[in-house]
C-alpha cells in the first residue's frame, strides 16, 4: 500500500486538491436518467452540451442539453430518439462541437448533428447511419488525433473502425473471444488497449489489429483499462482473487506481470478510472457508491501516491468528464466531473480544484494541452502516418470555437465488406432475446415490403388505364 506519509506526497502540489459540489440551480434536475445496468456512463460533456441517455419506452433515446441551460429540465423537454433499442453509449466529437456517436442494442452506431442552441424537437433523422455489426454495439471511442475516424466495440467480439469521410468501416480487428468491456487510445492514438470478458487485458496495433502485447488476467479480473498519457504505462481496475476493488498498473511493453497491484476496498461496484495526463492524476470512482479518490502517478518508484478522497452519500451511476479547454482557469479547476444520480433524476457538476491564494493564471497546473484541432486526417492516418495531438494554451480561457464542419458522405445500402467478410449476412441469433428483436424486424420489412408491392400494384393499373385511355382516345385515329 502506498501510505500518505511518503516525502513524495508531501511535496505534490496536488496534495491540497479538493472536490466542490455545484450548487443546487446549478445542476440538471428532473432528467429520466436511463435504469439500463450496462457499465458504462450513459453521459457525455462538452464545452457546449451536457448528453444523457434516459429511459424510454420502446427504441432508445439521450438528451442533449445545452450547458447553460441548469436547472429543472421539463418532462416533455426533446430528445434524441431514432434508435430502435436502448443507447449503450455515447461520445463527443473531440474536434466538431455538435457531433455526436451513439450505439445501441439495435446494432447500429448513428452520428447526429445538434442544431445551434440545441434540439427545439425531437430527433429522429441521424446525419449517419453505420450498419457493420451483428450484435447489440456497447462502446464507441473517437479517435484522439484524427478526425471522423470512429471505433466500435459490439457483442460479435469485433472493434470496427469507420472512417467517416465515407460512412463505411474500414478495418476490423477481430481477436478477441467474448465481449470488449473497455477501449482506451495512446496519446497520439497510435496503440489502442481492451479489456475483455475472457480476463484478458490486450496493447493492440488499430490499423493492422495486430496484438502487441497480451496478459492473461489471473488473479486480477480486470474491468476497465486507461493509457497513462506519454508513460508507457496502463493503469487497469477490476476485481482480486478476494473479491476485493483492486487496481493494477502495467508497463505496456511488458504485460507478463503487473509493476504493482493494489487493493482498494471490499465494494462490489466497478471502478471507473480517469486519468489527467496534464497534472499526472488518477481518480478512481465507484460505480453505486459515491467516493471518489485520487492519487499522483509517477514513472518512479512508488509509482502510484495517495492524495485524497471526495465523499458524498449519493451514489453513481455514471460520470461525464469536461474537456480540459472547458475548464475554469481562473477558479484553477483542474477537472470537473458529471455526476449521474438515477434516484433523484439528477446531475450534479463536481469540480476539482487546487487550493490556490493568488488571482493570477496559474502556469505550472495548466501546461499546453490537446486542443479541438485534429493533426491528421483519416487517409492520412490510415496510411500509417501518427501525430500528437495539436497543443493549445488555456491562458486566455476558452473563447475558439472549432471551425470544423461534419459533411456527411452520400451513401446508398449495399453489403458492408472488411477483410473480405461481409457483416451484413444473416448471423444466427444466440438469445431469445434476438431472436425476437430479429423476428420483428422481419415482420416490419415484411409489412414495408408488401405495402410497397401494393402501391406498385396501383400504380401499374394507373399506367394501363392511362395506356388503354390513350390508345382509344380519337387524336390516335
Request: hydrophobic letters at 35%; a neutral charge; proline letters at 6%.
Amino acid at each position: 500500500m502506498t501510505m500518505s506519509w511518503r516525502p513524495q506526497y508531501r511535496s505534490s502540489k496536488f496534495r491540497n486538491v479538493y472536490g466542490k459540489v455545484a450548487n443546487r440551480e446549478h445542476c440538471f434536475d428532473g432528467i429520466p436518467i436511463t435504469k439500463n445496468v450496462h457499465d458504462n456512463h450513459f453521459c457525455a460533456v462538452n464545452t457546449r452540451f451536457l448528453a444523457i441517455v434516459t429511459e424510454s419506452a420502446g427504441g432508445g433515446s439521450f438528451l442533449v442539453i445545452p450547458l447553460e441551460q441548469t436547472g429543472r429540465i421539463e418532462p416533455n423537454y426533446p430528445k434524441v430518439c431514432g434508435h430502435q433499442g436502448n443507447v449503450l453509449d455515447i461520445k463527443w466529437n473531440p474536434f466538431i462541437d455538435n457531433i455526436i456517436a451513439s450505439c445501441s442494442e439495435d446494432t447500429s452506431v448513428r452520428i447526429w448533428e445538434i442544431p445551434e442552441g440545441g434540439l427545439k424537437r425531437n430527433m429522429t433523422e441521424a446525419l449517419l447511419e453505420l450498419h457493420g455489426h451483428s450484435r447489440r454495439v456497447g462502446l464507441v471511442e473517437w479517435h484522439p488525433t484524427t478526425n471522423n475516424i470512429l471505433f466500435s466495440a459490439g457483442y460479435d467480439y469485433k472493434v470496427l473502425i469507420w472512417n467517416l469521410d465515407v460512412g463505411e468501416p474500414v478495418k476490423m480487428i477481430d481477436c478477441h473471444t467474448d465481449v470488449i468491456l473497455c477501449m482506451s487510445f495512446n496519446t497520439d492514438g497510435s496503440l489502442l488497449t481492451t479489456t475483455c470478458k475472457d480476463k484478458k487485458l490486450r496493447v493492440i496495433e488499430p490499423r493492422s489489429g495486430r496484438v502487441l502485447q497480451e496478459a492473461n488476467c489471473k488473479n486480477h479480473r480486470v474491468n476497465r483499462v486507461v493509457f497513462l498519457g506519454n508513460m508507457k504505462r496502463l493503469l487497469t481496475t477490476g476485481v482480486s482473487r478476494w473479491n476485493t476493488r483492486q487496481i493494477a498498473l502495467w508497463d505496456q511493453e511488458d504485460l507478463s506481470m503487473p509493476l504493482i497491484e493494489e487493493e482498494i476496498d471490499g465494494l462490489s461496484g466497478l471502478l471507473f478510472p480517469f486519468y489527467d495526463a496534464d497534472t499526472h492524476m488518477l481518480y478512481l470512482a465507484g460505480k453505486g457508491d459515491g467516493n471518489i479518490r485520487y492519487y499522483e502517478i509517477s514513472t518512479e518508484k512508488p509509482y502510484l501516491s495517495y492524495l485524497m478522497e471526495f465523499r458524498s452519500p449519493a451514489p453513481q451511476k455514471g460520470l461525464g468528464v469536461m474537456p480540459k479547454h472547458g475548464l475554469d482557469v481562473s477558479a484553477c479547476e483542474v477537472f470537473r466531473f458529471y455526476k449521474l444520480v438515477t434516484l433523484k433524476g439528477l446531475i450534479e457538476p463536481i469540480s476539482m480544484i487546487v487550493p490556490r491564494r493568488s488571482d493570477s493564471y496559474q502556469e505550472d497546473i495548466y501546461p499546453m494541452t490537446p486542443g479541438t484541432e485534429p493533426a491528421l486526417t483519416p487517409d492520412e492516418w490510415l496510411g500509417g502516418i501518427n501525430r500528437d495531438p495539436v497543443l493549445m494554451s488555456l491562458k486566455e480561457g476558452y473563447k475558439k470555437s472549432s471551425k470544423m464542419v461534419f459533411k456527411a458522405p452520400i451513401k446508398e445500402k449495399k453489403s458492408v465488406v472488411v477483410n473480405g467478410i461481409d457483416l451484413l449476412e444473416n448471423v444466427p441469433p444466440r438469445t431469445e432475446n434476438e431472436l425476437l428483436r430479429m423476428f420483428f424486424r422481419q415482420q416490419d420489412e415484411i409489412r414495408r415490403l408488401k405495402e410497397e408491392l401494393a402501391q406498385k400494384d396501383i400504380r401499374i393499373r394507373q399506367l394501363q388505364l392511362e395506356l388503354k385511355n390513350l390508345r382509344n382516345s380519337p387524336k390516335n385515329c
